[in-house]
């Protein structure tokens, strides 16, 4: 059965910390590896990774894949309370996607 | 450009009633994928629509359908509630170019509960 683990589930940091947020995936047929970032109700999309090695960078976020040991990590670097959200990370297989359980981060001020 | 829209926002039902969800995707996108996220958990693949066709299709029982329009805009239907139905409905919208990688786009969601 293909499926996505995230860890940590939860996650309490300050200000100006620097977290690591990981997704294993287990799936069939594998395309790419997306993270989202959910507030609020949607998602909004961070990164979509295909190739291992390769890392992805946007201001603070940073983030790479490794299709061999089959994990990604997204780093956030001086974090602020506006990070605070769940980060949904994907697997794509085909022309779908499954989903993890989500990081819950908080940062407090 | 609008994004994916998703209508109503919130809806309340009774148990055994029967819902439709709306999703109109983003311009240029022609594929709409529907979720089911519980509180508390990532979204669960419901199913996928493209060229008005079911095309795939998660671990969900017949009472969850659906309809892709030719303006590709899509309907979820759920019949005979159930309290577990609960949740929010995100709809994803995508480009389907053969089986190439893409990004795919979320809707602001419907928070959908039973009573």
């Keep these: 059965e293909d499926k996505v683990v995230q860890s940590p589930l939860s996650l309490v940091v300050h200000e100006g910390d620097t977290v690591t947020l990981n997704c294993s995936y287990e799936v069939t047929n594998f395309r790419s590896l997306l993270w989202y970032k959910q507030e609020k109700k949607a998602p909004t999309f961070l990164f979509m990774l295909t190739s291992s090695g390769i890392e992805k960078k946007s201001g603070r976020l940073s983030s790479i894949l490794d299709k061999k040991e089959l994990f990604s990590i997204l780093n956030i670097t001086a974090t602020q309370t506006g990070d605070s959200a769940i980060y949904l990370c994907a697997a794509s297989y085909g022309q779908n996607f499954v989903f993890g359980p989500g990081t819950r981060l908080s940062v407090l001020p | ?115």
């Design chain 2, 1 to 115: 450009d609008a994004g994916v829209t998703q209508s109503p926002t919130h809806l309340i039902k009774t148990r055994g009633q029967q819902v439709t969800l709306r999703c109109s995707p983003k311009s240029g996108h022609d594929t709409v994928s529907w979720y089911q996220q519980a509180l508390g958990q990532g979204p669960q693949f419901i199913f996928q629509y493209y060229e008005e066709e079911e095309r795939q299709r998660g671990n969900f029982p017949d009472r969850f359908s659906g309809h892709q329009f030719p303006n590709y805009s899509s309907e979820l239907n759920v019949n005979a509630l159930l309290l577990g139905d609960s949740a929010l409905y995100l709809c994803a919208s995508s480009f389907r170019l053969g089986q190439a990688k893409y990004e795919q786009y979320f809707g602001p969601g419907t928070r959908l509960t039973v009573t």
